[in-house]
């Protein structure tokens, strides 16, 4: 499956973006879909993942209550929406996907397929 990412941008502190990952290739519903986040100079980190149909979500604790993903497999995407945005929130965000019945991962070294990230900077 290939994704790409969009959506990213330069926002003030406390303001939103909402990013998309559309897919194209083999069958979007069969994997369960995580967003990523690396700052200059740090790790990947997990930020969010969703289940296969979409029902099941999960978030790191540094974005609960305020972040959302979601899943529309009829348009084959993903998206974050991300809301009270902070400066720490900057950096290149990727999706990913992972195949596997548990849908929960924050692991990005158990992720089949990366998008090519897009960029997110929060100015304060």
């Known amino acids: 499956v290939q994704l790409q990412a969009s959506g990213g941008g330069l926002v003030q502190a406390g303001g939103s973006l909402r990013l998309s990952c559309a897919a194209s290739?083999?069958?979007?519903?069969?994997?369960?879909m995580g967003w990523f986040r690396q700052a200059p100079g740090k790790e990947r980190e997990f930020v969010s993942v969703?289940?296969?149909?979409?029902?099941?979500?999960g978030y790191a604790d540094s974005v609960k209550g305020r972040f959302t993903i979601s899943k529309d497999n009829a348009k084959n995407t993903v998206y974050l929406q991300m809301n009270s945005l902070k400066p720490e929130d900057t950096g290149v965000y990727y999706c990913?996907?992972?195949?596997?019945?548990?849908?929960?991962?924050?692991?990005?070294?158990?992720?089949?397929?990366w998008g090519q990230g897009t960029q997110v900077t929060v100015s304060s």
């Open positions: 990913a996907a992972r195949s596997g019945l548990y849908y929960y991962n924050s692991n990005p070294a158990q992720y089949d397929y």
């Open positions: 290739g083999r069958s979007f519903s069969s994997y369960n």
């Open positions: 969703i289940s296969r149909v979409g029902g099941l979500t």
